[in-house]
T-cell receptor, first 112, second 114 residues
Framework: DTEVTQTPKHLVMGMTNKKSLKCEQHMGHRAMYWYKQKAKKPPELMFV???????INESVPSRFSPECPNSSLLNLHLHALQPEDSALYLC???????????FGPGTRLLVL | DQQVKQNSPSLSVQEGRISILNCDYTNSMFDYFLWYKKYPAEGPTFLISISSIKDKNEDGRFTVFLNKSAKHLSLHIVPSQPGDSAVYFC?????????????FGQGTILTVHP
């Protein structure tokens, strides 16, 4: 089973809203990732968690705030986003950092 | 600086024939390469990978070839099926990167015609 689930599938929010994206995996993976993908572009890494600790922040603006409550869950808290933040947000996990990453279906975010 | 390049934005193939998707890279520190398939509105699905110590890896209809001297890898799909129609991304991991950052190519849209 290589399933990573993400909720919600779609999200529309205003620039003053606060929302959260959720990601879950039950494969026992200890590394989890957030990516952002714009249309017709490849995924771009945002954050990496390894053993529930943030190991990499790819210079992401502070309006994006990741959280890893436990080894199965990864959240991305959103606040004061801009329209250009509209994109597909992908979560991935791997057994440990550096190994093959398995992606969830993504959350399509629209910021108005 | 695009370190992983997929120079063909699209590829059209007849069902049953071979599909060959190509990927070039510039960073000699990459030591692990992966291919992902992506349908619209879905996340990328892992297909196959290859370590830099190998030059070929096979899994069913999918074979990945790696030519380190040319910094080139290719994905062969034989026989191609209409359900293979999707965007294919190659990705590379740099050695010594403990956090496993993947660098993706721009993707190639494969269309398999019945």
């Amino acid at each position: 089973d290589t399933e990573v689930t993400q909720t919600p599938k779609h999200l529309v929010m205003g620039m003053t809203n606060k929302k959260s994206l959720k990601c879950e995996q039950h494969m026992g993976h200890r590394a989890m990732y957030w990516y952002k993908q714009k249309a017709k572009k490849p995924p771009e890494l945002m954050f990496v968690y390894s053993y529930e600790k943030l190991s990499i922040n790819e210079s992401v603006p502070s309006r994006f705030s990741p959280e890893c409550p436990n080894s199965s869950l990864l959240n991305l808290h959103l606040h004061a986003l801009q329209p250009e933040d509209s994109a597909l947000y992908l979560c991935a996990s791997s057994r440990i950092s550096g190994e093959t990453q398995y992606f969830g279906p993504g959350t399509r975010l629209l910021v108005l | 600086d695009q370190q992983v390049k997929q120079n063909s934005p699209s590829l059209s193939v007849q069902e049953g024939r071979i599909s060959i998707l190509n990927c070039d890279y510039t960073n000699s520190m990459f030591d692990y390469f992966l291919w992902y398939k992506k349908y619209p509105a879905e996340g990328p699905t892992f297909l196959i990978s290859i370590s830099s110590i190998k030059d070929k890896n096979e899994d069913g209809r999918f074979t990945v070839f790696l030519n380190k001297s040319a910094k080139h890898l290719s994905l062969h799909i034989v026989p191609s099926q209409p359900g293979d129609s999707a965007v294919y991304f190659c990705a590379a991991r740099r050695s010594g990167t403990s956090y496993g950052k993947l660098t993706f190519g721009q993707g190639t849209i494969l269309t398999v015609h019945p």
